[in-house]
């Protein structure tokens, strides 16, 4: 079975700074997908970014970018220059590869981050 | 942009009544999921449906639960007979066909049971 953890409950940060919130995850499959999600006070579920795991490259979207290292199974999500509006509840998230088939998303527990004005 | 809605927004219901969230998934879409996030706790999922059958259930979706697409645009989850257990956030997904597409969730159903 895949577990997700994520070690950082809270975490913040002042406005313009950046900041690394920490996933590792425990999967025996080679392929899959990673993500990150942001939920904010309106509970809203938002994709932030996603990485597949046959991709060396590690995903960025604008200020969003990931570190993936697939070897330590760590996908740590960097917000850089941080805004007021990216206070929110950070999930990391699996999901298998299963070409034409659905399949679930496993999610971490959540860290919640606050950006300081 | 399309998107999922879901229905109501907010539920609230005695211990032991049922109740049936709603969701309109986007109109293409082929896969349909139900998420549940208990407060403060993480999300979790509870069922995937497709082609008019549960593909895959958690062990969460006991015989209390069960999905429905009952006219080509509803899904709608039922449950039977809530629990005080059973309030939480619950939300709906859908995605398109093919080996990925992103799973676009809903706004989600506040179910509070008393």
């Known amino acids: 079975a895949q577990t997700v953890t994520q070690s950082q409950p809270e975490m913040s940060v002042q406005e313009a700074e950046t900041v690394t919130l920490s996933c590792t995850y425990d999967?025996?499959?080679?392929?899959?997908?990673l993500f990150w999600y942001k939920q904010p006070p309106s509970r809203q579920m938002i994709l932030v970014i996603r990485?597949?795991?046959?991709?060396?490259q590690n995903a960025t979207e604008n200020r969003f970018s990931v570190n993936f290292q697939k070897a330590a199974k760590s996908f740590s999500l960097k917000i850089s220059d941080s805004q007021l509006g990216d206070t929110a509840m950070y999930f990391c998230a699996f999901m298998k590869l299963y070409y034409n088939r659905d399949d679930k998303i496993i999610f971490g527990k959540g860290t919640r981050l606050h950006i300081l004005p | 942009e399309p998107e999922v809605t879901q229905t109501p927004s907010h539920q609230v219901t005695q211990m032991g009544q049922e109740v049936i969230l709603r969701c309109v998934p986007i109109s293409n879409h082929l896969y349909f999921y139900w998420y549940r996030q208990i407060l403060g706790q993480k999300v979790e999922f509870l069922v995937s449906?497709?082609?008019?059958?549960?593909?895959?259930k958690s062990e969460i979706f006991d015989d209390q639960f069960s999905v429905e697409r009952p006219d080509g645009s509803n899904f709608t989850l039922k449950i039977r007979s809530t629990k005080l257990e059973d309030s939480a956030m619950y939300f709906c997904a859908s995605r398109a066909g093919g080996s990925y597409n992103e799973q676009f969730f809903g706004p989600g159903t506040r179910l509070t049971v008393l």
């Open positions: 449906f497709y082609n008019n059958e549960i593909s895959e």
């Open positions: 990485q597949e795991a046959y991709k060396q």
């Open positions: 999967t025996s499959e080679n392929n899959y997908y």
